[in-house]
């Protein structure tokens, strides 16, 4: 395998230098390090430079990223950065809560300028320019950021619903489980049936990771399960079906998915640390299979059945299966599956420490050229990926390099260069997955023959299968692009909505517990009441009024804009 490595980086480097642009060659700039703040890292290597797209790039334009872990709160280094105006060449922000203030402290250049003549920039960014322009927090329209992994591009991605072991399904006849009710009856005939995990601990009926700094709203995510789309986070969330806002307490399914988790608490089928459980915790406890189901956190089965797998458990692996509300499924509700145009909370400034930032925007235009994109989410062609009768298709070699998860799958250096504006979804340019990790060729080469014949029972052969009725699934789905719908939700940070939003976002939060934990149907619904009384005394319509006029206004300016480019 070492020379295996050796001749990719060889063939990498013989590429690269013939294919060095004239004016590079001519201006010889100094090498240009860059660091790139992260919340984590799973690779290795800290720096591009010991990487093989890495060098490619290196060579093309003597720019290296390295990376630094922040090692602390994002909100707090974020924060200090901002305070002490000690800011990175390029700051990674989540928009709707620090964009005011990291703009209005100084710290975004404006890029109308730098992007002027970068055509494949513009090209390739066309639907999500005005967008980008539309966070400008002093309303002038100023091109202040840009964003990378186009958002959660769900009509591609998982549904992060619930992982489910796949010898219990197995064992209960592979029910198609769809509903809240389904999950309850299942999971109590499951805990009989599996006392026990692997090494002799009590099996957990679900798990939930309410511990994690997003896991506050996991219970009204069900929401998305049907009609409605939108971070939950804020007081209201998105009628995909009505175009419209609505308070998230006004609609029926949140109410059912509080009332689900109480029932399995009550029934001792809820993880009895859920609420001090981070996703770190429940991968410790996959790893033995003790949990029969996780709720939400669907991008860790495929490290963890790679873990049951070399411990000789492979079918207890853990597979992706819908959840839907009871009423979503009565009323006939459409799962709607998102098209995110733009994901503020990955969102990108190049702010006045930048050295050289006519050198970053260089590097982002060649990034967004059909070259450059496939190069930095594809790798090399004939090493990493061949042409198969028109389909761009992984190499077996890579393939086996992922599964194994070491050194030299991460020497590659795919995912490194995303930060610097590489979408989700389709690569526009030749019609494939943006990413390699995103062709179905590649998904059904990391399913192992557990979940292989998991899929069969069910008559699919992708687990995406499932949410589409045409192709042998059992929920019906369909597509929404969403383009402003996140930008209306976004409160000035001195505002009185923003004030309320946040009142209301505690005011949930203290009754979570108090929920999930009633003792009876009584003290349920005397909570749920109780909770309901607060939210309407804190006047949620402020925030849902003030949400629906600029959904209004951001959509005509919108449409206007994509009007004007065309």
Excluded at 245 to 256: A, H
Excluded at 314 to 325: D, G, L, N, R
Excluded at 413 to 421: A, K, P, Q, V, W
Excluded at 506 to 526: G, K, P, W
Aim: proline share 5%.
């Amino acid at each position: 395998m070492k020379l295996t490595r050796i001749l990719a980086l060889l063939i990498t480097l013989v590429v690269a230098i013939v294919c060095i642009p004239v004016g590079f060659a001519e201006e010889n700039p100094e090498e240009y390090h860059i660091t790139m703040y992260c919340e984590g890292r799973s690779s290795p290597y800290s720096s591009t430079a010991d990487t093989i797209i890495g060098q490619i790039i290196k060579e093309k334009f003597n720019i290296v990223l390295d990376f630094e872990v922040m090692g602390q709160d994002w909100n707090e280094f974020v924060n200090q950065r901002l305070v002490s105006q000690d800011f990175p060449e390029i700051a990674l922000l989540r928009w709707d809560f620090a964009g005011s203030n990291w703009v209005n402290g100084g710290g975004a250049l404006e890029l109308d300028e730098l992007f002027a003549n970068a055509e494949n920039i513009k090209t390739l960014n066309k639907s999500r320019i005005p967008l980008w322009r539309m966070d400008d927090p002093t309303g002038q329209n100023r091109l202040l950021k840009w964003t990378y992994a186009g958002g959660l591009d769900e009509a591609m991605g998982p549904r992060n619903d619930v992982m489910v072991r796949a010898d219990v399904l197995k064992a209960l006849g592979y029910p198609k489980l769809r509903t809240l009710s389904d999950y309850i009856d299942f999971l109590k005939k499951a805990v009989e049936m599996f006392p026990t995990d692997h090494e002799g601990n009590q099996t957990i009926g679900m798990c939930v990771p309410f511990a994690e700094a997003w896991g506050v709203n996991l219970v009204n995510i069900i929401a998305e399960k049907g009609s409605f789309t939108g971070c939950t986070l804020f007081p209201t969330m998105y009628n995909c079906a009505e175009d419209t806002f609505v308070d998230i307490l006004e609609i029926p399914s949140v109410k059912e998915a509080y009332q689900f988790f109480n029932t399995l608490y009550r029934e001792g089928l809820l993880d009895g640390e859920v609420f001090t459980t981070t996703c770190t915790e429940i991968a410790e406890k996959m790893n033995t299979a003790q949990p029969i189901c996780v709720w939400y956190p669907s991008w860790m089965a495929t490290s963890i059945n790679r873990n049951l797998t070399a411990n000789g458990w492979e079918e207890s692996s853990y597979i992706a299966m819908p959840v839907q509300a009871d009423s979503q499924v009565e009323n006939g509700e459409l799962r709607y599956l998102g098209i995110w145009q733009g994901n503020s909370s990955y969102s990108l400034t190049i702010t006045p420490a930048a050295k050289h930032p006519e050198r970053i925007v260089e590097l982002m235009d060649y990034l967004a050229s059909p070259e450059g994109l496939s190069l930095v989410t594809w790798g090399i062609e004939g090493v990493h990926y061949t042409w198969e009768d028109g389909v761009k298709t992984p190499t077996p070699e890579f393939v086996e390099m992922y599964k194994a998860g070491e050194d030299e799958y991460y020497q590659i250096g795919l995912g490194d260069f995303d930060m610097l504006g590489i979408p989700d979804g389709l690569n526009p340019y030749d019609g494939e997955p943006v990413h390699i990790t995103g062709a179905q060729a590649f998904t059904q080469e990391l399913y192992n023959d557990a979940i292989r014949e998991t899929l069969a029972a069910y008559g699919i052969d992708l687990e995406e299968q499932i949410w589409n009725t045409e192709k042998g699934g059992w929920i019906e789905s369909t597509h929404v692009n969403l383009t402003v719908q996140p930008s209306a939700q976004v409160f000035d940070p001195d505002s009185t909505e923003a004030m309320v939003s946040e009142q209301l976002l505690q005011n949930r939060n203290n009754y979570m517990s108090t929920l999930i934990t009633a003792v009876d149907d009584a003290a349920f619904e005397a909570a749920w009441e109780q909770c309901l009384a607060d939210h309407k005394a804190l006047n949620p319509e402020i925030c849902t009024n003030y949400v629906l006029e600029r959904y209004a206004k951001l959509t005509a300016e919108y449409e206007a804009a994509i009007a004007a480019a065309e």
